[in-house]
């Protein structure tokens, strides 16, 4: 099945910085990778979402790249606020086998922005 | 729009007594919703598949008689947690995605935060 990795596990930027967190994925045939925020005891927020045949997507200070060859995808934050700390969740859509259809999670991220 | 609703928010129950918790698409119809458990400060895992009108499909080491799934309309999936004991205490989490739109965004309910004492 569909194995999601993601890093850093804690993030730690002053206001204004830039923000990026990584993940690889194991199947090749996903073609749907989505970004979540999740804020304590909340569900997952959908912030970002990136599609196999785009490579790039952007809205307003959020943006996310996709390197299928190399099976990764990132999330870029810029001019962070203390409003964006929260756990940030990669995930990929599986495609075959016992994937296919189920949304897979990375580990998260600790966001913490310092005012 | 795309929203999805949970109920509970929490829930607080004794240990060998079952809770039901329901999921709801309030303005979308999901012929599959997604049930997912996340344990403190870790990531969420994928419990089971809620299909309607037919049997839920439980991922490797989810116990099925243990938590019952009903998915009786396009709207509404209900997760049983049947006789609780302390470690099923947890965050448990559906999710879904309108009809026809297997790739589409999944939206996700508030959660319930479940604790068996």
């Known amino acids: 099945g569909e194995n999601v990795e993601q890093h850093p596990s804690t993030l730690s930027v002053q206001e204004g910085d830039s923000a990026v967190i990584k993940c690889t994925y194991s199947?090749?045939?996903?073609?749907?990778f989505p970004w979540y925020k999740q804020e304590l005891g909340k569900g997952p927020q959908l912030i970002i979402d990136?599609?196999?045949?785009?490579g790039e997507k952007k809205d307003q200070r959020i943006a996310v790249t996709l390197n299928k060859t190399a099976k990764h995808f990132s999330l870029h934050i810029t001019e962070t606020q203390p409003e964006d700390s929260a756990v940030y969740f990669c995930?990929?859509?599986?495609?075959?086998?016992?994937?296919?259809?189920?949304?897979?999670f990375g580990q998260g991220t600790i966001l913490t922005v310092h005012p | 729009g795309a929203v999805v609703s949970q109920h509970p928010s929490w829930v607080i129950c004794k240990s060998g007594t079952s809770v039901k918790i329901e999921c709801r698409s309030l303005?979308?119809?999901?012929?599959?919703m997604f049930w997912y458990r996340q344990f403190p400060k870790q990531s969420l895992m994928l419990m089971a598949t809620?299909?309607?009108?037919?049997?839920?499909?439980?991922e490797q080491g989810v116990e099925k008689d243990k938590f019952l799934i009903n998915h009786a309309s396009l709207t509404l999936s209900t997760l049983t947690v049947t006789s609780a004991h302390p470690e099923d205490s947890s965050f448990y989490i559906c999710?879904?995605?309108?009809?026809?739109?297997?790739?589409?965004?999944?939206?996700f309910g508030n959660g319930t935060r479940l604790t068996v004492t």
């Open positions: 199947d090749s045939a996903s073609n749907y």
């Open positions: 809620s299909n309607e009108g037919s049997k839920a499909t439980y």
């Open positions: 995930a990929a859509i599986g495609a075959g086998g016992t994937s296919y259809g189920k949304l897979t």
């Open positions: 999710s879904a995605s309108p009809l026809g739109e297997r790739d589409s965004p999944l939206h």
């Open positions: 990136i599609r196999s045949n785009v």
């Open positions: 303005d979308f119809q999901a012929t599959t």
